[in-house]
């Protein structure tokens, strides 16, 4: 929810979305029927992942939370895909979404 919400802040700041469609936005958010993991049962194995990839431990977090889960992890950072694969972490790609 963090991560989402600073994009939506990105969005009003730099790129011009109106704060009533951020608002909407982040409302259809909280609607979602997501399951939501506390973070600190993730800290440990994302310091670890992290000091093996040299990756920190904010991008490393989301590496933690796809093996837990044993789900895909969609990004498109490099740094954080390299250390993906090095973890054995399945990456689906971001065309996957696009029409």
Partial sequence: MLECTNVLWKQVRFHGLPLHDADVLLRDLHRLPLRRVPIKQLMHTALHIGLR???????????????????????????????????GVVLKPITDFLT
Avoid: H, K
């Avoid at 990756?55 to 895909?81: C, G, N």
């Fill in 53 to 87: 990839q040299q990756l920190a431990v904010y991008d490393s977090v989301y590496l933690a939370l796809a093996i837990q889960t044993q789900s895909p992890l969609l990004t498109v950072d490099q740094p954080q895909s390299r250390a993906a694969a090095a973890e």
